[in-house]
C-alpha cells in the first residue's frame, strides 16, 4: 500500500481555532492561507478570513472549521499542515512545512531551493 501525503493539512488545534473564529464573524466562511513573495527571506505567510472560494482553491474542512488554498500557494505548501499555538509568548497560527528549507524567527517567512 503507498502512503498518499495530503497536500495541506489542519491539525486539531488549528480547526478548533479556525472553528472558534469563524463562529464570531458571520460574514466568513473559511480561513485563506496563501504564500507570497516578501518578508526577509522571501516568501512569507498571510492569513485571512474570506466569504469566497475561488473556482480552482483547495477547500479543507476538519471539525467545523474550512480552509481555503489558492493552487500557487498548493505549490509551496505540499506536504505542509496549518497548526496553532497557544503558548506564553502568545497565540497564533503556524505552518509547519516540510518545503522550507530556510525560515526567520518571525515565523512567517521562509525560503524554498
Known amino acids: 500500500m503507498n502512503d498518499v501525503i ?5 491539525s486539531a488545534a488549528a480547526a478548533a481555532r479556525v472553528a472558534e473564529i469563524l463562529a464570531g464573524e458571520p460574514g466568513a466562511k473559511a480561513l485563506r492561507v496563501e504564500v507570497l513573495a516578501g518578508g526577509c527571506s522571501g516568501l512569507q505567510y498571510k492569513f485571512d478570513l474570506t466569504d469566497a472560494r475561488a ?9 467545523g472549521a474550512t480552509v481555503f488554498v489558492d493552487p500557487v500557494s498548493l505549490d509551496f505548501l505540499g506536504g505542509a499542515e496549518l497548526d496553532f499555538s497557544d503558548a506564553l509568548m502568545g497565540a497564533h497560527f503556524m505552518i509547519k512545512n516540510p518545503n522550507a528549507t530556510a525560515s526567520c524567527g518571525c515565523g512567517t517567512s521562509f525560503s524554498v531551493d
Open 55 to 63: 473556482p480552482d482553491d483547495l477547500m479543507l474542512e476538519r471539525d
Open 6 to 10: 495530503a497536500p495541506f493539512a489542519i
